[in-house]
Antibody
Framework: EVQLVESGGGLVQPGGSLRLSCEVSGFTFSDYSLSWVRQAPGKGLEWVSYISSRSSPIYYADSVKGRFTTSRDKGENSLYLQMTSLRVEDTAIYYC??????????????????????WGQGTLVTVSS | DIQMTQSPSTLSASIGDRVTITCRASQSIGTWLAWYQQKPGKAPKLLIYEASNFQSGVPLRFVGIGSGTEFTLTITGLQPDDFATYYCQQYSSYQWTFGQGTKVEIK
């Protein structure tokens, strides 16, 4: 059974930092892309970042570029989101989600496009003074 | 960035109704479109990928069609479990973007 479990959310002051974790199980970690998606209270879904199965490429939403860093650790079967310079508007539930099986061309280029097949239950980040 | 526009934002319907949600992309995304269902307090759930393919376990009453810039999700024979918010998402190019959501509520 595929499982994704987020942790690390909490209350932080504007300008502060926080690191989210997402521990996964039930699939071969090194074969699948992972993403972060957030949802502000009462609002819609906003994609935050994507990391391929090989940790490159990594993409970020413009709203977090330069402030957030996504990484993954095969040994820990975990995805991470390091958030710095946090703003009130970063307040949201943060979900980690698994994409589909990554496929690569012989030159190492990613050739697959996959949706978000499995989601964690989310962790709440509140940025407030 | 590719903008995704969903309509309507809210839809009132009865059990057994046929409902259709529309999603328009600001530029062509081929068929790189997914539909998700989200219930209050829960994570989203993938229903449809590549515009018209059923995710495993999804009831056949959920039908997605479209390509290019115009897509629809139709629920035929609305069931009590279907009252939720639905989102479209393009995964054609980064930045990935979601529609603003369509809440399907009981009439």
């Amino acid at each position: 059974e595929v499982q994704l479990v987020e942790s690390g959310g909490g209350l932080v002051q504007p300008g502060g930092s926080l690191r989210l974790s997402c521990e996964v199980s039930g699939f071969t970690f090194s074969d699948y892309s992972l993403s972060w998606v957030r949802q502000a209270p009462g609002k819609g879904l906003e994609w935050v970042s994507y990391i391929s199965s090989r940790s490159s490429p990594i993409y970020y939403a413009d709203s977090v570029k330069g402030r957030f860093t996504t990484s993954r650790d095969k040994g820990e079967n975990s995805l991470y989101l390091q958030m710095t310079s946090l703003r009130v508007e970063d307040t949201a539930i943060y979900y980690c989600a698994r994409g589909g099986l990554d496929q690569w061309n012989p030159f190492g280029g990613l050739i697959s496009n996959t949706p978000l097949e499995y989601w964690g239950q989310g962790t709440l980040v509140t940025v407030s003074s | 960035d590719i903008q995704m526009t969903q309509s309507p934002s809210t839809l009132s319907a009865s059990i057994g109704d046929r409902v259709t949600i529309t999603c328009r992309a600001s530029q062509s995304i081929g068929t790189w479109l997914a539909w998700y269902q989200q219930k209050p307090g829960k994570a989203p759930k993938l229903l449809i990928y590549e515009a018209s393919n059923f995710q495993s376990g999804v009831p056949l009453r959920f039908v997605g069609i479209g390509s290019g810039t115009e897509f629809t999700l139709t629920i035929t024979g609305l069931q009590p479990d279907d009252f939720a918010t639905y989102y479209c998402q393009q995964y054609s190019s980064y930045q990935w973007t979601f529609g603003q959501g369509t809440k399907v509520e009981i009439k």
